[in-house]
Antibody, heavy 119, light 110 residues
Framework: EVQMVESGGGLVQPGGSLKLSCAAS????????IHWVRQASGKGLEWVGR??????????AYVESVRGRFTISRTDSENRAYLQMDSLRTEDTAVYYC??????????WGQGTLVTVSA | QSALTQPPSASGSPGQSVTISCTGT?????????VSWYQQHPGKAPKLMIF???KRPSGVPDRFSGSKSGNTASLTVSGLQAEDEANYYC??????????FGGGTKLTVL
């Protein structure tokens, strides 16, 4: 069974940091790019960023609004991906999903983890 | 990169067909055959329904179909069923390692 499980969400003050984790199983994790997608309460989906596979040199890409503040990484030996979020802003408050991708679409999704940025 | 444009709502009676549009630009939808559609029930994770414009993952009913013309993609749900009531989001690759979603359409089965 394919599973992706996010963890690490919580309440953080503006300007603070948080690191999300995504644990995957049931598919070829090392052969899949990993994306992060977020969704503010009552709003639509927003693509956050992506990390490629080892074959793709673990290249990362980010939406402009988080570039320079967020960093995606992965540990293939543990089937885990991470989203390091620094200099957090209130507008970063959202449910964050990790999702796998073997091409230009997102096939497996986690259940999401809530990040709240508030004083 | 601006979000793709979807109608906020759509509706149909059981058994009917409904089509949801998703309009972008020549830099995203019009430039690539990498349009995908996702179904999301309240409080749940999104689910891939259509990829590469018109392909269905295994397990997705053939009542769901996708198409594209120019800068606009469409998702058609035929033979509407109660469980199809959900939010639907389109997505397109937008070049330069960027992806963009639509604002979402709430599909109501009357």
């Amino acid at each position: 069974e394919v599973q992706m499980v996010e963890s690490g969400g919580g309440l953080v003050q503006p300007g603070g940091s948080l690191k999300l984790s995504c644990a995957a199983s049931g598919f070829s994790f090392s052969g899949s790019a990993i994306h992060w997608v977020r969704q503010a309460s009552g709003k639509g989906l927003e693509w956050v960023g992506r990390i490629r596979t080892k074959t793709g040199d673990y290249a990362t890409a980010y939406v402009e609004s988080v570039r320079g503040r967020f960093t995606i990484s992965r540990t293939d030996s543990e089937n885990r991906a991470y989203l390091q979020m620094d200099s957090l802003r209130t507008e970063d408050t959202a449910v964050y999903y990790c999702t796998s991708s073997s091409s230009y679409y997102f096939d497996n999704w986690g259940q999401g983890t809530l990040v709240t940025v508030s004083a | 990169q601006s979000a793709l444009t979807q109608p906020p709502s759509a509706s149909g009676s059981p058994g009917q067909s409904v089509t949801i549009s998703c309009t972008g630009t020549s830099s995203d939808i019009g430039g690539y055959d990498y349009v995908s559609w996702y179904q999301q029930h309240p409080g749940k994770a999104p689910k891939l329904m259509i990829f590469e414009v018109n392909k269905r993952p295994s397990g997705v009913p053939d009542r769901f179909s996708g198409s594209k013309s120019g800068n606009t993609a469409s998702l058609t749900v035929s033979g509407l069923q109660a469980e199809d009531e959900a939010n639907y989001y389109c997505n397109s690759y937008a070049g330069s390692n960027n992806w963009v979603f639509g604002g979402g359409t709430k599909l109501t089965v009357l």
